[in-house]
């Protein structure tokens, strides 16, 4: 927790500071106050490589100190004083001069660069984050040119204006100020004179390579490359990431094959390879041929088959089972056991309809005619047609005798409607003495 508010701390006070610096560096030699002061020459004369002394020597440099900016406008107005930032009032700024453009590039700061500062003379050492920046605008403007392009000095002078009483203390640090808006910078005229000579840590960039791929089936391979170390002060192209390369192929490792083929009387089935892996690989020891027992070709008699089934009134379809009698490969095709059918109902006894039985014949025997009245298969099969019988010969002429009269009555009674005939049996009765002729024409 105490790290963590170290750290908190810091940022705070970080973009505190940033939120009182100027918004970029010098962009023009109209930003320069000459009658402020400027700067007269710079030593050495040699080149300096970053970590270095330098010294400016001019006038009007001023005091470097720290200011206490004073807070909000709320803050003021309410009379507390409370610190919004910490600042140094100067720096010196170091500028980059291509092609007649200024581009701002770094700064040296009290505490980061600045050894001693006096009215008339600045000592500082070169930062070491120079040349990271000059890569940055390498990037966008081309390579530095220390033969033509520059690097100068500038002191940026903070706009402060003091408020209130300073508190106790030699230390000017703890005087309010308000940041104003009117900074400025002192310079050499023409700025161009106040430039130093530079030694840089590097003449070329330095590129990082991967290895190079494997070689293709079209004899190249590829790498790639990435600048490790961007130089501004160089150009380095890229090492080459294509070049050509005798392409070997590799041995395969894996196969897909074919289905084996029968196997020959010899005990013997192969295969082929469909397709080999890596792709574009050569030899490697694939599996083409293996032993086997050798089973004659099939012909029609080696297959046993049920009968079909019923028909499915579902599906139309019946089948049946078929099996080898005998080990055999190839040859004649295993017999179908699903066919297409048409389904007929199964017959019962309502599927027929008989006629009535004929007289008894004189062999004993009566007939009749059965058929189907829906189609059928299987089931109840059709009714007997064919039957004993007990025959009664048909009576002669020779042999008739009259029916006695009361069988002539009976039969006659019988004639009649049934709620008629008891009437008629009463009278009947009682005129069983009347002749058969008379009784018989009263019933007609």
Not at 55 to 83: M, P, Y
Request: charged content about 15%.
């Amino acid at each position: 927790m105490k790290k963590q508010f170290t750290i908190l701390l810091i940022l705070f006070f970080a973009f505190g500071l940033l939120k009182a610096l100027p918004a970029s560096a010098i962009i023009s030699s109209g930003e320069c106050n000459y009658s402020k002061g400027g700067i007269m020459s710079i030593l050495p004369a040699t080149a300096v490589s970053a970590g270095q002394t330098i010294v400016i020597n001019g006038s009007g440099f001023g005091e470097l100190f720290k200011a206490c900016i004073w807070g909000s406008d709320a803050v003021r107005n309410s009379g507390g004083k409370i610190c919004d930032s910490w600042i140094y009032n100067k720096y010196v700024d170091i500028s980059l001069l291509k092609n007649g453009e200024i581009y701002g590039t770094d700064s040296v700061q009290k505490n980061a660069g600045i050894i001693s500062w006096t009215d008339t003379k600045i000592e500082l050492s070169i930062p070491n984050t120079l040349e990271l920046s000059l890569s940055g605008k390498k990037d966008q403007l081309g390579v530095i040119d220390l033969a033509k392009d520059a690097l100068v000095f500038s002191i940026h002078v903070a706009d402060l204006t003091p408020v209130g009483n300073s508190i106790s203390g030699p230390d000017k640090a703890y005087q309010y100020y308000i940041y104003g808006s009117a900074d400025y910078y002192i310079c050499a005229n023409p700025l161009s004179s106040g430039s130093f000579l530079y030694n840089p840590s590097c003449n070329a960039d330095i590129w990082g390579c991967s290895d190079w791929n494997s070689c293709s089936l079209e004899g190249q391979q590829t790498r790639n490359c990435s600048r490790t170390l961007n130089c501004p002060f160089a150009n380095t192209p890229s090492p080459i990431t294509t070049q050509s390369c005798d392409y070997v192929p590799p041995a395969c490792t894996s196969w897909t094959y074919s289905n084996w083929n029968t196997c020959s009387v010899s005990g013997q089935q192969t295969r082929t390879i469909i397709s080999s892996f890596p792709v574009g690989c050569v030899g490697g020891n694939p599996t083409l041929t293996q032993s086997c027992t050798y089973a004659p070709p099939c012909n029609a008699t080696n297959w046993d088959c049920t009968d079909w089934s019923s028909c499915s009134i579902l599906y139309g379809k019946q089948t049946r089972q078929c099996s080898k009698k005998l080990n055999c490969e190839g040859g004649v095709a295993e017999p179908a056991t699903s066919q297409s059918c048409t389904y007929v109902p199964t017959c019962s006894f309502y599927s027929w309809s008989c006629g009535s039985w004929s007289s008894c014949s004189s062999n004993s025997t009566q007939i009749r005619s059965c058929s189907k009245i829906s189609s059928c298969e299987g089931g109840t099969q059709s009714p007997a047609t064919t039957q004993s019988c007990t025959y009664t010969p048909a009576c002669s002429l020779a042999h008739r005798r009259e029916p006695s009269q009361e069988v002539v009555i009976e039969l006659m009674i019988a004639r009649l409607p049934k709620q008629r005939r008891q009437r008629h049996r009463n009278i009947a009765k009682h005129q069983t003495n009347l002749s058969y002729n008379r009784q018989r024409k009263i019933w007609e």
